[in-house]
Nanobody, 122 residues
Framework: VQLVESGGGLVQPGGSLRLSCVAS????????MGWFRQAPGKEREFVAA????????AYRDSVKGRFTISRDNDKNTVYLQMNSLKPEDTAVYHC????????????????WGQGTQVTVSS
């Protein structure tokens, strides 16, 4: 079971990035997948989640209207489209698979990927 994130990079404020999370070793067909982020010296925080069966989505308030989470069944991949990026979005972004419990808490996820760095700076 493995998750691999990609798509991060350096972008100016107001710019966009699309992160990808490819799953291998299991097929994403049920449950939730989530994106979290962790800035230096801070705890890992919830960003967005998607329910695989019906594409129900949830977002943290600070990214609503700017970020969009989606999934592709054929590619076994979850995406995070990030628009209107701000310096405070700078962090390492990780995807994970919800094991049980609240989808807003990182300790309820497993199969974390290695993360992809997003830096928003002019």
């Amino acid at each position: 079971v493995q998750l691999v994130e990609s798509g991060g990079g350096l972008v100016q404020p107001g710019g966009s990035l699309r992160l990808s999370c490819v799953a291998s070793g299991f097929t994403l067909r049920t449950g939730y997948m989530g994106w979290f982020r962790q800035a230096p010296g801070k705890e890992r925080e919830f960003v967005a989640a998607i329910k695989w069966s019906d594409s129900y989505t949830a977002y943290r308030d600070s990214v609503k209207g700017r970020f969009t989470i989606s999934r592709d069944n054929d590619k076994n991949t979850v995406y995070l489209q990030m628009n209107s990026l701000k310096p405070e979005d700078t962090a390492v972004y990780h995807c994970g698979r919800l094991r049980s419990g609240s989808l807003y808490q990182s300790q309820n996820y497993n199969s974390w990927g290695q993360g992809t760095q997003v830096t928003v700076s002019s």
